[in-house]
């Protein structure tokens, strides 16, 4: 099982529609959580942080689910712009920082 | 102050030649990190380093070696290419538990 699982997509939706994104991680001594947005064949930048009691960055909204072990993102009123890979990453801090992907979640906004 | 830059951009090698890819960043961060990114795969971690003099092994580290000799220089070699390390590689680093910053990618192709 990976340690980071995502849904690969593609996620195709309209402008203007709600799209929400889930990631599970195995690993339940990872201690920070993140939301990136990849364009095509760029290199991943941050989107947001994800905090346990959840977070709002304008349309988008991260959540984290420790009993659970899964971290979601949810991005609402969908531009064209927000096409992209969308990747969640956990850092495992009793592993030196490692920081681990998830393969990436791939959306696609159309007009 | 430019962030985290990699050389070079774009490589072609053959089958058994060796390289070595340099990752710089001049922001002071004492985590710094060396993935690939193969369609499909995601980012994976190949090693990484939580301070100078210090490497450790990611998820991929076979057939790679790194050096960390200064704290803004992270070394990524080859010793002797393969057809299977065809891929786009990315350096990053971060400070403590914040957000980790990517270079532009390296396109290392080997025939």
């Known amino acids: 099982r990976k340690e980071v699982e995502q849904d690969p997509g593609p996620f195709n939706v309209p402008e203007g529609a709600t799209v929400a994104f889930n990631c599970t991680y195995s690993?339940?001594?990872?201690?920070?959580f993140f939301w990136y947005r990849q364009d095509c064949r760029k290199e991943p930048k941050l989107l947001m942080s994800v905090y346990s009691s959840g977070n709002e960055d304008g349309r988008f909204t991260a959540q984290l689910n420790r009993a659970s072990q899964y971290i979601s993102l949810l991005i609402r009123d969908s531009k064209l712009s927000d096409s992209a890979t969308y990747l969640c990453?956990?850092?495992?801090?009793?592993?030196?920082?490692?920081?681990?992907f998830g393969q990436g979640t791939e959306l696609s906004v159309k007009p | 102050n430019a962030g985290v830059t990699q050389t070079p951009k774009f490589r072609v090698l053959k089958t058994g030649q060796s390289m070595t890819l340099l990752c710089a960043q001049d922001m002071n961060h004492e985590y710094m990190y060396w993935y690939r990114q193969d369609p499909g795969m995601g980012l994976r971690l190949i090693h990484y380093s939580v301070g100078e003099g210090t490497t450790a092994k990611g998820e991929v580290p076979d057939g790679y070696n790194v050096s960390r000799l200064k704290k803004q220089n992270f070394l990524l070699g080859l010793e002797s290419a393969a057809p299977s390390q065809t891929s786009v590689y990315f350096c990053?680093?971060?400070?403590?538990?914040?957000?980790?910053?990517f270079g532009p990618g390296t396109r290392l192709t080997v025939t």
């Open positions: 690993n339940s001594a990872s201690q920070s």
């Open positions: 990453v956990v850092i495992l801090y009793n592993q030196g920082g490692k920081l681990i």
């Open positions: 990053a680093s971060r400070f403590n538990a914040n957000e980790q910053y």
